[in-house]
Nanobody, 124 residues
Framework: QVQLMESGGDLVQPGGALRLSCEASGRFSIITVMAWHRQAPGKQRELVARLGLSSGTINYAASAEGRFTISRDSAKNTLFLQMNSLKPEDTAVYFC?????????????????WGQGTQVTVSS
């Protein structure tokens, strides 16, 4: 099992910045991908940014490109999302996500975990 705990959500004015954190604990060695997703009221959950832990590959949603930066502190198993130039449409609950796998062939298994979410509200 892997536990994910987000923090850093807040009320911020348009144009402001926030940094979200996601602290992972438990059986973290099986995790190969971590990501941030968000869900606004009445909308589906969507990917914001994704980081491959071994490859270092980073992907951003078009809405996040150029404004958000995903990073990690590998020593502390912590994932970050630096969000700049925030807009009202960035208002959502932001979720930390982790994916991993174990085994090969017949005993291959995949795992995915979600945090409980942290609220980000962008409003004047």
């Amino acid at each position: 099992q892997v536990q994910l705990m987000e923090s850093g959500g807040d009320l911020v004015q348009p144009g402001g910045a926030l940094r979200l954190s996601c602290e992972a604990s438990g059986r973290f060695s099986i995790i190969t991908v971590m990501a941030w997703h968000r869900q606004a009221p009445g909308k589906q959950r969507e990917l914001v940014a994704r980081l491959g832990l071994s490859s270092g590959t980073i992907n951003y949603a078009a809405s996040a490109e150029g404004r958000f930066t995903i990073s990690r502190d590998s020593a502390k198993n912590t994932l970050f999302l630096q969000m700049n130039s925030l807009k009202p449409e960035d208002t959502a609950v932001y979720f930390c996500y982790a994916w991993g796998y174990q085994g090969k062939g017949w005993n291959y298994r995949e795992y995915e975990y979600w945090g409980q979410g942290t609220q980000v509200t962008v409003s004047s």
